[in-house]
């Protein structure tokens, strides 16, 4: 009966890698295109913006750059607080149980260990898949929210509701109203009774809003006094940050931003990749436990090749990718490269006098 177990378990393991190996390229690649459509909306933002400093019915339906303060007449209300701003951030947080599971091995029986904390999550942490019984987490009856204003202005400009939802509130609330049921600490309403020793299913929440006249800069299309997400048949463009910023310097903040998005998941896709082919070669690990001494050193160097050849096959991914979506680019650097290489080779075969 276990050895059936461990053959069922090794084959779902096998399916699963091969599903994360596959997913894996696809994510590469479309995460080098996605990064190189980024770069090229740069370009066109950078090509055809226009700053300016108030309104012109000449750049109706243009792509405008605009500084300005932010403002709003309308109240937003939830359970708990009610703030005059453009855009209020609520965050949920609720005491959990937390799993951390490790597995060893001895000879070729395999064993699961697990821990289990206690901290503060704004997610529901599933507590019925725990391997242990006793750590239950209460279903979390409130969620973090972002709630926008229906009517935001920026100078004498409207804002659409696509750009009102890009606000970013980041400014602390305090001096909470009191609610019934909870106590207030520094920023937090808190559900339990001792705030420094909370107990398993104890709330607290905190909120970030945008205080009004809050400057903000936004590049997007502009008709009658009306901020609205600029549009053709190639790009979607509505860029608000907050602050004071230049047309170039919010170029390059979206660039930026851009950049970390293609690292982040260049190192996700490459971890995908080697996870599946762990698990896709598990059964060489099962087969080697078996050997006291060689199926501890199989396991470390099949997790070995397991990482070069999820690197190799990661870095080639993302190459290819290049070269399909950016050609203009990637060709000449190609050619360049081999050129230069061979002159390199030819200058060191050439005897010197």
């Not at 084959?11 to 770069?39: C, D, P, Q, R, T």
């Not at 750049?59 to 701003?85: A, E, P, W």
């Not at 937390?98 to 260990?113: F, I, M, Q, V």
């Amino acid at each position: 009966m276990e050895t059936q177990e461990n053959v069922r378990n090794v084959f779902s393991g096998m399916l699963i890698g091969l599903i994360l190996f596959v997913g894996s390229f696809f994510l590469l690649w479309f995460n080098e295109a996605g990064y190189v459509k980024s770069l090229q909306k740069a370009d066109y933002i950078q090509k055809n913006v226009i700053s300016i400093s108030q309104y012109s019915p000449e750049y109706n339906r243009k792509l405008v750059h605009y500084t300005g303060s932010v403002n709003t007449n309308d109240t937003i209300s939830d359970d708990f607080v009610s703030v005059n701003t453009p855009a209020l951030k609520r965050t949920v947080e609720m005491y959990q149980w937390d799993e951390r599971c490790r597995s060893t091995k001895s000879g070729s029986h395999r064993t699961k260990s697990c821990s289990y904390t206690k901290k503060w999550s704004d997610k529901q942490i599933n507590s019925t898949s725990f391997k242990e019984r006793g750590y239950d987490n209460p279903t979390m009856e409130f969620k973090s929210d972002e709630i926008f204003a229906n009517n935001v202005s920026v100078d004498d400009f409207r804002l659409d509701p696509e750009l009102i939802k890009k606000l970013n509130p980041k400014t602390k609330l305090l001096n909470l109203p009191p609610k019934q049921g909870y106590q207030i600490y520094s920023e937090y309403y808190y559900s339990g009774t001792n705030f420094s020793s909370p107990q398993i299913g104890d709330y607290r929440i905190s909120y970030q809003y945008m205080p009004i006249n809050s400057t903000v800069s936004i590049i997007a299309a502009q008709y009658n006094k009306i901020f609205y997400e600029f549009s053709n048949n190639k790009y979607d463009i509505a860029l608000v940050y907050n602050g004071t910023h230049s047309a170039d310097d919010m170029v390059t903040i979206f660039k930026d931003n851009a950049k970390f998005l293609l690292f982040m998941l260049r190192i996700l896709g490459f971890m995908l990749m080697a996870a599946g082919l762990k698990l896709l070669i598990s059964p060489l690990s099962i087969i080697f436990s078996f050997i006291p001494i060689i199926g501890d050193i199989a396991e470390y160097f099949t997790g070995f090749v397991c990482f070069l050849i999820a690197l190799a096959l990661s870095l080639i991914t993302i190459s290819i990718a290049w070269i399909a979506v950016r050609p203009l680019i990637s060709i000449p650097v190609i050619i360049v490269s081999v050129v230069g290489i061979r002159f390199a080779l030819r200058r060191k075969q050439t005897p010197t006098n």
